[in-house]
């Protein structure tokens, strides 16, 4: 078990799972970076926390991240979990990686690879 999982409940470590299946399936080679950070990876969450889930694809066609947001909602319903994506694009990271914005910082310094 990741030092992570031990703050996600049984169904929201199956719907985490679920999610990271799905989008790899949907995403292939696309896909070039999937973690899961904030609260839920640090341990310090209450009952209102998400689970946030960073996606960097290699695509910047609306109907991927349409796609991503779908899945997500299943997802939700289907483990009454709360995971919450953030897609950006390959482009987009690598201007918040630039401009060191605050939201890079946090990812790189607490984010858990999930590939």
């Given at each position: 078990?990741?030092?992570?999982?031990?703050?996600?409940?049984?169904?929201?470590?199956?719907?985490?799972?679920?999610?990271?299946?799905?989008?790899?399936?949907?995403?292939?080679?696309?896909?070039?970076?999937?973690?899961?950070f904030?609260?839920?990876?640090?341990?310090?969450?209450?009952?209102?926390?998400?689970?946030?889930?960073?996606?960097?694809?290699?695509?910047?066609?609306?109907?991927?991240?349409?796609?991503?947001?779908?899945?997500a909602?299943?997802?939700?319903?289907?483990?009454?979990?709360?995971?919450s994506?953030?897609?950006?694009?390959?482009?987009?990271?690598?201007?918040?990686?630039?401009?060191?914005?605050?939201?890079?910082?946090?990812?790189?310094k607490?984010?858990?690879?999930?590939?």
């Amino acid at each position: 078990m990741r030092d992570y999982e031990k703050y996600l409940s049984k169904d929201e470590r199956q719907g985490v799972s679920a999610f990271v299946e799905k989008v790899k399936k949907l995403l292939g080679y696309s896909l070039l970076e999937l973690r899961i950070f904030g609260s839920k990876v640090r341990g310090d969450f209450d009952e209102e926390s998400d689970i946030d889930i960073l996606l960097v694809i290699d695509s910047d066609d609306w109907h991927l991240q349409e796609a991503i947001s779908k899945i997500a909602a299943d997802i939700n319903m289907e483990f009454d979990c709360n995971i919450s994506p953030v897609i950006y694009t390959k482009r987009e990271r690598e201007r918040n990686k630039y401009f060191r914005t605050l939201f890079t910082q946090e990812v790189e310094k607490e984010g858990v690879s999930l590939v």
